[in-house]
């Protein structure tokens, strides 16, 4: 499954007055894949721990931020090629971890 691009790239124009080429929103479409699904493996740890079946808000909120940092940092890093935009969006990100 992917990310609607259309709507990804609505989101982005919203915080920048440049052009924003189609291989850049599907560079920020893979990104956030990766964080939805790093995110989910650790809200799932949570909810197993607490032997449920079913991922609740509260293990959103519960991801290990430590862990989450790590992750997003390291698909930050993943290529020097990333889109400027992608690395300042990660990095509000992880500070919002902090």
Known sequence: MTLPKTT?????KQ???LNISQEAVDEICKMLEEIIKVTTE???KNAKKEGRKTIKARDIKNCDDERLKKRILELCERTDKMPILI???LNVITSELE
């Open 8 to 12: 990804i790239k609505r989101i982005m």
């Open 15 to 17: 915080y920048t007055n």
């Open 42 to 44: 650790v809200a799932e």
């Open 87 to 89: 690395k300042e969006m």
